[in-house]
Nanobody, 121 residues
Framework: QVQLVESGGGLVQPGGSLRLSCAASRSIFSFETMGWYRQAPGKQRELVAEFTRGSRLTYADSVKGRFTISRDDAKMTMYLQMNSLKSEDTAVYYC???????????????WGQGTQVTVSS
């Protein structure tokens, strides 16, 4: 079974920084896409940043220039560096990846359990 486990959330003041980590139970190369989503209270889950096949990067307009997605293939870990945090960044952040559980299978979406990020003074 493929697992994604997030860590690094917490409480931070506006203007501060946090780095989220997403540890995968298999090689990151096995994921067609891999990225971060977030869900604020009363809102739909939204894409924050994502790698797609070929290392193409996508960022939500609201985080461009402030957030950076990266990965360490040797550690099978993806990161989200969040700088200049704002109160509107407060949400539960989820790691997500699409992979084939076995060769020849269709793509399956895998979600982490989520980590809370609260930006408040």
């Amino acid at each position: 079974q493929v697992q994604l486990v997030e860590s690094g959330g917490g409480l931070v003041q506006p203007g501060g920084s946090l780095r989220l980590s997403c540890a995968a139970s298999r090689s990151i190369f096995s994921f067609e896409t891999m990225g971060w989503y977030r869900q604020a209270p009363g809102k739909q889950r939204e894409l924050v940043a994502e790698f797609t096949r070929g290392s193409r990067l996508t960022y939500a307009d609201s985080v461009k220039g402030r957030f950076t997605i990266s990965r360490d293939d040797a550690k099978m870990t993806m990161y989200l560096q969040m700088n200049s945090l704002k109160s509107e960044d407060t949400a539960v952040y989820y790691c997500h990846g699409e992979t084939r559980l076995r060769v020849g299978d269709q793509l399956t979406g895998v979600w982490g359990q989520g980590t809370q990020v609260t930006v408040s003074s």
